[in-house]
């Protein structure tokens, strides 16, 4: 053993000591120790080692935080003077080290993330996710930073103060060390074998932190302040900055130690329901919950409509909502004009210049406003078919038309007056919009305030369960008809990353924008067409195997679209036909 420690710096010894008086719990064997900084392979051997050879001399039952007679008290450098080697040793390394032995090589010790930092907070809830059931078997970054940000103490967005580094920054040392993998654009991140390996290893580690284990080491920590024999782990000053912290947030703190062990038993159970709805919650991607009272209902503003163009006009909107009193925020929306979130309420940290950052979900409300000259506008260039096939597409399940009538403007328009109102009548009638029509901005903004305080009493009861845009269609669409005590929302960052309008497409997506060029041919009579042929290569060769040119013109025909299950008509069927399958230029 004497051998072993000559071999080995004093440095790295008193760099474990100092972890280990920060760490503020007691640890009952090495393997507990390994989520430390600066303890390794070689000092956990050591110290399960010397446990062993502990319970050999002094029994099973034995305590193992007791302190030897004659010990320094704890907190003081006298502890470690036991772990340096002496110098005649040093010597002893150096000559065996010159020498070229094998016992002069230093093992590469494995990197492990420190506990609760951003690094340890990215491989837990990597790990978490792929433990569920037909995961994606990745995150993106928006959405892995909401789910890692209870695991870390550092903000993942914000950084400390005279500190230009988050606890994100980890994700790069991540990526070195070849435990994470970044692809695609937007970035996907997925853990590699060793990264799911050491995961879930740090799993197993803090799985035995259960809340049973937690009340029983935070009585023997009780127990230390009138024994004097007991080895306090918490001597340093940030531990008794912490305990000052219980005394002052106690059921803050409780809260947050509930809330880790929660997520580390769903991310190492073995699937067994021990409540089907409780279960079938857990089991969604992003499964957290709002509950009653915990949140605000909030209207979102897209700036565009309070920024360029009518500068007076759209200025009116917002204070027309500040004086209704309706509490909203200015961001930039990627799809609609209006919608509202559920904004977690978090109290103000202290010390902390910014309060963290309450988590959103987007309820299943949103508002597309037009003016009859926008709507003309939109109608001519094309946009207005574009617009209400992304809204169909963003994963809101009631979208609104808020119509501003020009009155006697709309007759100076390039477009007649009657077909507007026929675009109006289509897109509540064949497109199943709720269309409402004001007279002008301070009409809009009465509606808008009526709304906010009807979804405000609507919500106020329930729990909100956050879930996955994959998830969209899966159950829940009627949930307020139903009066369920909750329902479940996207969160507002998926929602607006999922509706960015450049982003990278699919085949499937570029062949639907493709079939919407044709006159006459609609959202609904594309998805009709996409849900049999997906992409233009496997429409190809069905006309492939058509036998006669009357086939392939017809193929399309029979193919029923909408709510009332119409037939696509042998016209449009030919039109496609003659789209993809006619040499040349198109007469």
Not at 68 to 77: C, I, L, N, Y
Not at 536 to 544: K, R
Not at 565 to 587: E, I
Request: net charge neutral; proline share 4%; hydrophobic share 30%.
């Amino acid at each position: 053993m004497a051998n072993l420690y000559s071999f080995l710096c004093a440095a790295v010894f008193l760099k474990a000591i100092n972890s280990l008086n920060k760490y503020p719990l007691p640890l009952k064997n090495a393997k507990e120790a390994k989520i430390l900084q600066n303890f390794g392979d070689g000092i956990c051997k050591i110290l399960d080692e010397k446990l062993q050879r502990y319970y050999r001399e002094n029994g099973a039952d034995a305590s193992i935080h007791a302190l030897p007679k004659g010990a320094p008290p704890p907190g003081r450098s006298d502890n470690n003077i036991i772990l340096a080697p002496s110098k005649k040793k040093n010597a002893a390394g150096d000559q065996r080290k010159d020498g070229g032995g094998d016992g002069g090589r230093k093992k590469k010790r494995e990197y492990v993330p420190q506990r609760r930092s951003g690094g340890y907070a990215v491989l837990l809830t990597l790990y978490k996710e792929t433990q569920v059931p037909g995961s994606k078997g990745y995150m993106f970054k928006m959405e892995l930073q909401t789910e890692a940000q209870h695991l870390c103490d550092k903000s993942f967005t914000v950084p400390d103060l005279g500190s230009k580094y988050t606890a994100w920054s980890s994700v790069s040392t991540l990526i070195q060390k070849n435990l994470l993998i970044k692809t695609h654009n937007p970035a996907r991140y997925s853990l590699t074998e060793g990264g799911l390996a050491l995961a879930e290893r740090l799993a197993s580690v803090e799985q035995t932190n259960t809340d049973g284990d937690r009340e029983e080491v935070r009585s023997e920590l009780e127990a230390t302040e009138e024994d004097d024999n007991v080895v306090d782990l918490t001597g340093s000053d940030e531990g008794e900055e912490e305990e000052e912290e219980n005394r002052i947030h106690p059921t803050e703190r409780r809260a947050a130690i509930t809330q880790v062990s929660c997520d580390v038993d769903d991310v190492r159970s073995s699937g067994k329901p021990q409540n089907s709805q409780t279960t079938t919650t857990s089991r969604k991607p992003n499964a957290e919950c709002l509950l009653p009272g915990t949140y605000e209902i909030m209207l979102c503003v897209d700036f565009i409509e309070t920024t360029g163009g009518s500068h007076h006009r759209k200025q009116e909107l917002v204070k027309e909502l500040q004086r209704n009193g309706v509490n909203f925020d200015i961001r930039k929306l990627n799809v609609g004009d209006f919608l509202w979130v559920a904004r977690e309420k978090v109290a103000p940290v202290a010390g902390q210049l910014r309060a963290p950052v309450g988590r959103e979900l987007v309820l299943d409300y949103i508002v597309e406003r037009k003016r009859m000259d926008d709507l003309c506008g939109s109608i001519i260039d094309g946009r207005f078919r574009e617009q209400k096939f992304r809204l169909k597409r963003c994963g809101l399940r009631k979208p609104i038309y808020l119509v501003e009538e020009c009155g006697s403007a709309a007759s100076h328009l390039s477009l007649p007056e009657t077909t507007l109102q026929q675009a109006i009548v289509n897109t509540q009638v064949v497109d199943g919009f709720f269309v409402k029509r004001v007279q002008d901005v301070r009409e809009s903004a009465a509606y808008l305030t009526i709304m906010t305080r009807f979804l405000t009493k609507l919500y106020q009861n329930r729990t909100l369960i956050c879930r996955s845009r994959e998830l969209e269609g899966d159950g829940g669409s009627d949930e307020e008809e139903r009066g369920l005590p909750s329902c479940s929302l996207m969160s507002f960052a998926e929602f607006n990353h999922g509706a960015v309008k450049n982003k990278c497409q699919t085949v499937r997506e570029v062949f639907a924008r493709q079939l919407m060029q044709i006159s006459g041919l609609s959202g609904d009579k594309a998805a009709a067409i996409l849900e049999h042929y997906s992409t233009p290569h496997s429409l190809l060769t069905a006309y492939e195997q058509c036998t006669s040119e009357a086939e392939k013109e017809k193929l399309l025909s029979s193919i029923r679209y909408g709510k009332l299950k119409r037939n696509l008509g042998p016209s449009l069927s030919r039109t496609v036909y003659q789209l993809y399958c006619t040499q040349g230029a198109l007469t």
